[in-house]
């Protein structure tokens, strides 16, 4: 068997196979819900209305989309540059982490300024901490991959510690759990009484910051150059370290805004459940989007609808909602399947 | 007790090694796959996948051994898929590595919710005793400690020593060794890389299951979510300290766990100055810092994470 390079595939392809792909998904999680004994058809249905099948639905869908866009859109912008930054939980926490240290009353501020700047510190944060693992790798060739899911750990169990010190609520009846942001530090609802919030605005102007910044400017043309062949790139004079460095301070700090988000338009502060995996889902959002900063969106919110579709599926339909888990694993691999087969074609001889 | 005391009792050497024997055999399967040039990230998945498969296989009524079996052959099919999305397609180690731990771990979190739906406390099996080994277990803590374990933890020694026999000792071995390092030398000898990767691939994970089945039949009675936690991943890392060597890995992996087993005690011996968190900190931190002081020196196989396609040099 034996790989060979296709042309460069036209754009109606390019569009059909993340849909091949999440079709393959749909099959294979069939099997699943035979299993459990529901029907595919009917389960599907299930999450598809849960998911999108009234206003409600619809805007928690979003909801949980904007935490995805952040972390997925954090994930793109470091695989495009191949530094496997698989740490956006812990950048994520760092970002909740200086949201609740300075958005509950350390900064009395205005609105208008005390927004912007718990969302500069967390990005800073968040930058911080993913620039660890990235000298590491420049200068000592540790490999980042396991560096930052390490600190995944380590970050949770930092946050834990604030959370019995310094942070903790002290009105908080002895749960980990910080004080409330102040109101200043919140970020308005879209709709009044709902849920939805003003982080899904930023997300998605943040996705259209990084598209232009990955298609228009020099950094974005060499962090692909580095992506696609660092010893090239090295070659024709791209300081190949320093572009690995400004990828990865931009990736940490897109993945502590889903922190900053989470606790100042969602939940007020800070508890260790501030995130269900969204660091780790990311890496899903990124690898269905192909990369494509604008593409993480509507993955975004695919994998959203899976998750808010697939609780209200469960509790109607007796299967696990871990369902949802494994159909967004699922895809995962049948994209990046898919993706291989936009570009080579298979040949058994 | 004193904190320097502790290093010399018995019972933290009987834990530290406990603590160790899935480490050991997780380690040696990473050490296969990287040593064949495949990074298997789908480790933490497939230990998670062993935990389970071994942990229902007796409370569904097998006996122990029949546990490890059926945990091997899951962590092997896991292997499987991983190894075919890498080697023949050459689909990015890292993704898949990732997806494959996000699949194995999801899908054991469904069967297990799918086949005990109602269970609020997780249900208990009778795990491994402790087979004390005659005479040999008489030997003041060295003895305590190697030969009062469970057959599993001797069964984890006696992989390492089979691990390092067939990669140094036989054709197979050097042969995997080879397709790490040079896979075209070993396509020239007429050998299929493709067929010695992905062997070593699907070893290797069943190894990996068998460390994650230790946990839920040898050192703890019952299957719990996020029981991995980890272990994983500081495998990868011990694979690196032990410059991919069966032996030096295995010398990591129990300096590793007696770490472990020490900041447990120092938490008990500090009395809460310091918070405890700062204590389970301390193996993830010790595993980066690992990296780094062996990362300089560290000569990886140098087809680690490149695939492989036949006929191309």
Redesign the interface.
Same mark, same amino acid.
Request: proline residues 4%; hydrophobic residues 65%.
């Given at each position: 068997?034996?790989?060979e390079p296709k042309p460069a595939p036209s754009l109606a392809v390019t569009l059909s196979f993340p849909l091949a792909a999440i079709v393959t998904t749909l099959v294979l999680t069939s099997i699943?819900v035979l299993?459990?004994g529901a029907s595919p058809l009917s389960v599907f249905y299930l999450v598809a209305k849960g998911a999108a099948g009234s206003q409600f639905a619809l805007m928690e869908t979003l909801t949980r989309a904007t935490p995805l866009i952040f972390t997925g859109l954090a994930i793109a912008v470091a695989?495009r540059a191949r530094l496997?930054n698989?740490g956006a939980e812990a950048q994520l926490y760092m970002g909740g982490i200086v949201t609740v240290a300075l958005g509950t009353g350390a900064l009395p501020l205005p609105s208008f300024i005390l927004i912007p700047v718990l969302m500069i510190a967390a990005m800073a944060a968040g930058a911080l901490i993913l620039l660890g693992p990235a000298v590491?790798k420049t200068r000592?060739?540790?490999?980042e991959?396991?560096?930052t899911?390490?600190?995944n750990?380590?970050v949770l169990?930092?946050v834990?510690?604030l959370l019995?010190?310094v942070l903790k609520d002290p009105m908080g009846l002895g749960w980990p759990q910080s004080q409330k942001v102040i109101a200043e530090a919140q970020l308005p609802r879209l709709i009044q009484g709902k849920r939805l919030h003003y982080g899904f605005v930023i997300a998605i102007a943040a996705a259209a910051v990084v598209w232009v910044i990955t298609k228009k400017t020099l950094l974005g043309y060499e962090m692909r150059a580095v992506g696609h062949n660092a010893e090239g790139a090295r070659f024709v004079g791209i300081p190949v370290n320093r572009v690995l460095m400004k990828t990865a301070l931009l990736s940490g700090g897109l993945a502590a805004l889903a922190g900053f988000s989470e606790v100042s338009g969602l939940k007020g502060n800070l508890t260790l459940d501030l995130s269900p995996g969204y660091g #780790?889902t990311g890496? %899903?959002v990124a690898?269905l989007a192909m990369l494509n900063p604008l593409g993480v969106v509507a993955s975004a919110i695919f994998v959203a609808g899976i998750f808010v579709g697939a609780d209200a599926m469960s509790r109607a339909a007796?299967v696990?909602s #871990?369902?949802a888990? %494994?159909m967004?694993?699922?895809s995962?691999?049948t994209m990046?399947?898919a993706i291989?087969l936009t570009r080579f074609k298979i040949r058994w001889r | 007790m004193d904190a320097l005391d502790i290093l010399f009792s018995a019972s933290f050497w009987v834990a530290a090694i406990r603590i160790a024997s899935p480490l050991i055999f997780a380690t040696m399967g990473e050490l296969i796959c990287e040593r064949a040039g495949v990074?298997n990230?789908g480790i933490e998945g497939i230990m998670t996948a062993g935990a389970f498969a071994g942990w229902f296989t007796v409370y569904a009524g097998g006996d122990l051994w029949t546990g490890l079996v059926v945990a091997a052959l899951v962590g092997a099919l896991f292997g499987l898929?991983h190894a075919t999305?890498t080697v023949?397609?050459?689909?990015?180690q890292?993704?898949?590595g990732?997806?494959?731990t996000?699949?194995a771990?999801?899908?054991t979190?469904?069967t297990y919710?799918?086949l005990l739906?109602e269970v609020t406390s997780p249900p208990k099996i009778e795990p491994f005793q402790p087979w004390p080994v005659p005479g040999l277990s008489k030997i003041p803590v060295v003895g305590e400690a190697l030969f009062t374990q469970t057959p599993l933890t001797y069964l984890a020694f006696l992989s390492v020593a089979v691990v390092a026999w067939t990669l140094y000792r036989t054709p197979v071995g050097l042969a995997v060794r080879a397709a790490g390092e040079n896979p075209s030398a070993v396509e020239a000898q007429g050998i299929s890389v493709t067929g010695i990767r992905m062997g070593a691939v699907v070893a290797g994970s069943a190894l990996m299951a068998l460390g994650g089945a230790f946990l839920t039949t040898s050192a703890f009675n019952s299957f719990f979510f996020q029981m991995i936690?980890?272990r994983g991943?500081?495998c990868?890392?011990l694979v690196?300290f032990g410059s991919w060597r069966p032996g030096k890995a295995l010398i990591g992996a129990i300096l590793f766990a007696a770490f472990d087993a020490y900041q447990v005690r120092l938490q008990q011996i500090s009395g809460g100055i310091v918070?405890y968190?700062?204590f389970?900190?301390m193996p993830?931190?010790l595993?980066?810092l690992a990296?780094?002081l062996v990362?300089?020196r560290?000569t990886y196989p140098k087809a680690l994470m490149i695939p492989y396609?036949?006929?191309e040099r």
């Open positions: 068997m034996r790989l699943l299993v459990a695989f496997w698989i590491l000592f060739g540790v490999d991959v396991v560096t899911l390490l600190l750990f380590i169990l930092f834990s510690m019995d010190g #780790y890496i %899903v690898m007796k696990p #871990y369902i888990d %494994v967004v694993a699922t995962l691999l990046v399947v291989l | 990074l990230l898929l999305l023949p397609l050459g689909l990015s890292h993704v898949v990732i997806g494959v996000l699949l771990t999801s899908l979190y469904f919710r799918l739906p936690n980890g991943w500081i990868i890392a690196v918070p968190q700062v389970l900190m993830y931190a595993s980066i990296l780094i990362a300089r560290a396609q036949k006929g």
